[in-house]
């Protein structure tokens, strides 16, 4: 890939937004932790807030991507 971008929520936020406790721990057991795809990436966007928060965050790293 060219670039990496990782979209990241702190684990109480994914668990109230995911619903299900059970079905969130067996999926985030499967995947590689949360540090190690921050090391992984070019951008880090957090996405604790609200959806335009997260909308704007991307926004700007579509910006910085498009320049040349």
Same mark, same amino acid.
């Given at each position: 890939f060219d670039t990496v971008v990782v979209v990241k929520a702190d684990p109480e936020v994914c668990r109230r937004r995911f619903g299900n406790e059970r079905q969130y721990t067996k999926r985030m057991q499967r995947q590689i932790s949360t540090e190690e *795809? =921050? *090391?992984r990436?070019?951008?880090? +966007? &957090?996405?604790n807030g &609200? +959806? =335009?928060e +997260?909308?704007?965050a991307t926004e700007a790293v579509a910006r910085l991507l498009s320049t040349p």
């Open positions: *795809k =921050e *090391k990436a070019d951008f880090v +966007l &957090s996405n &609200s +959806l =335009e +997260l909308f704007h």
